[in-house]
């Protein structure tokens, strides 16, 4: 692809993200049946819907520069994904696997915060308002549930798996 401009950029990166979220969208049911404990559970079918959301938001971005909603495989996102798989094989007492799981979604989430703040200010940068607010609203709600499987380490698993 050729880049010429900050646009094409912001586009190559959007593909990106499509692309992972979409990949997020088949994982985190696995990631939900291996996990143990029910706020754990909770959190990773709550965050499965939320994604559904940064899809739908992702295409509405498109849609503001007139691009049509398209992805390219995530390579990174493709290596997270497999290490969170790795750990579901692992033998592990429910409490490690879950303080695992833990581990392997945080870097999902510190990912895609990366992904959509990079975004986010490209699209201000370019005066596209809309788009700046969306991807903000999806980086948002990123940082929450990276926040939330941190409470939840610290609350209960981490604790457990000791
Ligand atoms: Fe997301
Ligand atoms: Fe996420």
Redesign the pocket.
């Known amino acids: 692809m050729e880049m010429h401009s900050l646009q094409d950029l912001m586009v190559d990166q959007l593909k990106d993200l499509y692309n992972a979220e979409g990949q997020?969208i088949k994982a985190l049911p696995k990631m939900a049946k291996a996990a143990s404990n029910p706020q754990l559970q909770q959190a990773f079918t709550t965050?499965l819907e939320?994604?559904k959301g940064?899809v739908e938001r992702l295409e509405q971005v498109f849609q503001t520069i007139g691009q049509p909603a398209k992805g390219k495989t995530c390579k990174a996102m493709k290596g997270l994904i497999e290490e969170g798989k790795e750990m579901i094989g692992e033998d592990a007492e429910p409490e490690v696997m879950d303080a695992g799981l833990i581990a392997a979604a945080q870097r999902?989430?510190h990912y895609?915060m990366a992904g959509y703040g990079c975004v986010r200010t490209y699209a201000a940068m370019l005066g596209n308002k809309q788009a700046a607010k969306l991807l903000q609203q999806t980086l948002d709600?990123?940082g929450k549930?990276d926040k939330l499987l941190t409470d939840l380490a610290e609350r209960v698993i981490n604790v457990e798996a000791e």
Do not use: A, R
Request: zero cysteines; glycine letters at 0%.
């Open positions: 997020l965050h939320q994604t940064h999902i989430e895609e709600e990123e549930t």
